[in-house]
């Protein structure tokens, strides 16, 4: 039985679409029972309906906390018997109500290599801070903002030309294939929580060293 995934989205959804396609392809054990909104307007809104999804949309401002609305947007992801939670272009901080909700079963995807760049408008920060590479970042949500413990990262170079726009395309690209990757680990029953290590189980190493510019040592 593959994963029972919902997932949050408050804007164009093109991380949503990579798992709608990777699940409707087969390549990740899930469905994608529903999606959830904090605007009205989302993209990822449209693009649910279209793959024949549930949306739902839990205004943000409606409920008198952050505590309230996470618990209305519980109640939806349990109405649709949701077990994995992935946020995906979600710009509020999700509170324990949620996380005590689903231990262990929430997802987020980082256009960073974190712990470097949390926040918003990471790509702009990454170039003015003059970094040769970055990328993104799967990690297992908990209180802090894009903190919890790390799935799996990408690593793409920063070119001198690039602008924020180009860089985030960059990554974006390499967000589309990391995302359905860490779920399916997790659909595999793969991943095991040790600390702030999570352990890929049996290992699955990635490619060798990288530089930017090149080294010729
Ligand atoms: C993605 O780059 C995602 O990593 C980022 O928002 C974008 C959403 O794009 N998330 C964050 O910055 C969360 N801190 P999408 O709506 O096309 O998937």
Known sequence: MGLRVGVLASGSGSNLQALLDAASSGRLDARIEVVVSDMPDAFSLERAR?????????AWGAAPSREAHDDAVVDVLRRHQVDTVALAGYLRLVTPVLLAAFPGRVLNIHPALLPSFPGLHVQ???????VKFS?????F???EMDHGPIVIQAVVPVRDDDTPESLAARILREEHR???????????GRLRI???RVV???PSPGSGSLHNPAVKF
């Open 50 to 58: 279209r793959a024949g999804v549930a949306a739902e949309v839990v």
């Open 124 to 130: 702009a920060a990454a170039l003015e801070h003059g």
């Open 194 to 196: 040790d600390g702030r």
């Open 178 to 188: 990391i995302y359905p990757q860490a779920l399916q680990y997790l659909a595999e």
């Open 200 to 202: 890929v189980d049996p």
């Open 141 to 143: 949500v908990d209180e």
């Open 135 to 139: 990328g993104c970042t799967v990690h």
